[in-house]
């Protein structure tokens, strides 16, 4: 019986970031999703199915912290990695709130990706433990 491997959505409107991180993660055992607007995300069914998001911070329409506080309000929190080329202080300290497992400065090293995505399923396996 296959048994569902977490869903990993990544929100980037930088196509090569995007398919580069989607990439990795397939490579690594991981469902992963990608997405080029917040609002692209939004419109997908199986939003609940999510573990896991990786979204840029500086996007066209929609940024990737408005898209996590958008989630929390539609009451689906769900565990995220941002992701910046323009590292800012004052927003990496606005975001390290409730369900931002992390805030990577672009580029990135892939073990420091994949450690916040663990951290990220963690939060998320301890929540349905939890509940």
Known sequence: ???????????????????AIKGLLRSMGFDAEAFSSADDFLRIPHIRRTACL??????????GLDLHRRLVALGKS?????????PEKNVRASALGAGIVGCLTKPFGEQ????????????????????
């Open 1 to 19: 019986m296959p048994t569902k491997r977490p869903l990993i959505a990544i929100v980037d409107d930088d196509e090569s970031m995007r398919e």
């Open 54 to 63: 990786v979204t840029d911070i500086n996007m066209p329409g929609m940024s």
């Open 78 to 86: 769900i565990p995220t990695v941002l992701i910046t080329a323009f």
């Open 112 to 131: 420091v990706l994949l450690d916040c995505i663990s951290s990220a399923l963690a939060l998320n396996s301890g929540e349905e433990s939890g509940s």
